[in-house]
């Protein structure tokens, strides 16, 4: 028997993944075993482009405290998690696809063996394109941003898998469903 895999996809603000992976969502083939985790998170439901569902400050700590999440994370002045669901569902050997945090990936590859990130990647050029079209941060912010992407160049681990989104929606989303599918590795 196969062990399921846990595709914990990242990458630098902007760069494609909430789009990606909404494009996987709505592509996937019916037959395949893979499902999608959402990330609770402590911001309003329709803030920005990402799937998630919202928690005051008070809940997410509540459902902390009572070990509701498989992993939790904090970043940019709010806080993220991941529900125990995955556990149950990488038990039954269903393949399972989350939005990561790069920061949290040590830990998480720790935690979960079966962990394979996936790196969603785009030319500087494009992401500060698409940030600056975004409106949401000053023109420091964006350098700030476009400095951390730099970084995950640099990005090291053995079941890495990299994806260029430089082009259109389709091709990337394609490619991003293939690896969830198993026919790239």
């Known amino acids: 028997m196969t062990m399921a895999k846990l595709f914990y996809v990242i990458g630098a603000s902007g760069v494609g993944k909430d789009s990606l992976l909404d494009y996987a969502r709505e592509n996937i083939p019916k037959n395949s075993d893979l499902v999608f985790s959402h990330r609770y998170i402590t911001r309003v439901a329709d803030a920005g482009n990402e799937n998630h569902v919202a928690l005051s400050e008070k809940e997410f700590q509540r459902r902390l405290d009572m070990g509701c999440f498989a992993m939790n994370w904090d970043s940019h002045d709010l806080h993220y998690g991941i529900g125990i669901g ?40 494009i992401l500060r394109k698409r940030l600056e079209d975004r409106g949401r941060e000053t023109a420091e912010d964006i350098d700030k941003r476009l400095e951390r992407a730099r970084a995950l160049d640099d990005l090291q681990h053995s079941k890495l898998i990299v994806i260029n989104n430089d082009g259109d929606l389709h091709q990337a989303g394609e490619k991003l469903i293939d690896v969830l599918i198993g026919k790239i590795s």
């Open 86 to 125: 995955i556990n149950q569902w990488l038990a039954k050997g269903l393949n399972v696809a989350m939005n990561g945090s790069r920061a949290y990936l040590a830990r998480a590859s720790q935690k979960y063996h079966e962990l394979h990130p996936v790196l969603i990647r785009v030319d500087q050029d």
